[in-house]
C-alpha cells in the first residue's frame, strides 16, 4: 500500500496501490489483503469498511470486468506518466465523458 487516507464524509479510510504498468489479476488480491487488514485492525466503531483504490500507468477493462472489482470495494484507475498531445487529451476527455453519462444513465434511467 503506497498511501492512506481517511475520508470524513464516507467515514472510512481508502487505500491507494500505485502500480506502474498494465493493471494485473494478482492486484485485486494484494488489494483484497491491505483491505481486510485495515477492516481488522485499523477501522474505528461506527466507520465503514475500507476502500481500495489501484492506480496503473496502463488499464485492462476487460479484466477489470471479469474481477469484478466494484463489489469488492476496490476501484482501478488509469493515470498518466506525462502529458499526451493535445488532441489526444481531448479525446481521452470527451471518451470518459460520454463513458460516465452512458454509466449515469444506467444508474438513472430517465423517467418517461
Known amino acids: 500500500m503506497d498511501l492512506l487516507f481517511y475520508h470524513r464524509k464516507l467515514r472510512r479510510l481508502i487505500a491507494i496501490d500505485l502500480k506502474i504498468g498494465r493493471f494485473k489479476a494478482a492486484y485485486k488480491g494484494q488489494m483484497e489483503l491491505y483491505l481486510r487488514w485495515l477492516e481488522k485492525n485499523e477501522t474505528e466503531n461506527g466507520e465503514e469498511s475500507p476502500l481500495g ?60
Do not use: W
Open 53 to 112: 483504490l489501484i492506480l496503473c500507468t496502463e488499464g485492462s477493462r476487460e479484466q477489470i470486468e471479469l474481477l469484478r472489482l466494484d463489489k469488492s470495494g476496490i476501484k482501478v484507475a488509469q493515470y498518466m506518466t506525462e502529458l499526451p498531445e493535445k488532441k489526444l487529451l481531448k479525446e481521452q476527455l470527451k471518451q470518459s465523458l460520454e463513458q460516465t453519462k452512458a454509466r449515469l444513465d444506467n444508474f438513472h434511467p430517465k423517467l418517461t
